[in-house]
């Protein structure tokens, strides 16, 4: 069984990144500060085959739609899904 992950907002994953969870509890990540802009941007794309948005198929057939997933790979080996951030991030640049 995965481990409890908190649930929090997007907006805040640069302050929410600097926080290890270990046992139940939080502390602050050691060395210096990690600053999402400065890591590199990384995509993959997943895909996600009979969503229960699609109804249910007919026996046999399988509907597949593509999910693209953004990460940040930072220095130290830090890896971090900000798919949903860098949308914000987006919207944020055209106001």
């Known amino acids: 069984m995965a481990?409890?992950?908190?649930?929090?907002?997007?907006s805040e994953l640069p302050d929410r990144v600097q926080i290890i969870q270990s046992s139940f509890k939080e502390k602050r990540r050691k060395g210096k500060p990690i600053?999402?802009?400065?890591?590199?941007?990384?995509?993959?794309?997943q895909y996600s085959c009979n969503p229960p948005s699609e109804g249910i198929q007919k026996p046999g057939v399988i509907k597949c739609r593509p999910v693209?997933?953004?990460?940040?790979r930072c220095a130290g080996g830090?890896?971090?899904?900000?798919?949903?951030?860098?949308?914000?991030?987006h919207e944020e640049g055209r106001k």
Do not use: G, Q, Y
Request: a neutral charge; hydrophobic letters at 45%; proline letters at 8%.
């Open 68 to 72: 693209v997933r953004l990460f940040r």
């Open 35 to 45: 600053d999402l802009h400065n890591c590199e941007l990384m995509e993959m794309l």
């Open 78 to 89: 830090v890896t971090v899904e900000t798919t949903r951030w860098e949308k914000i991030k």
């Open 3 to 10: 481990p409890l992950v908190p649930v929090f907002p997007a």
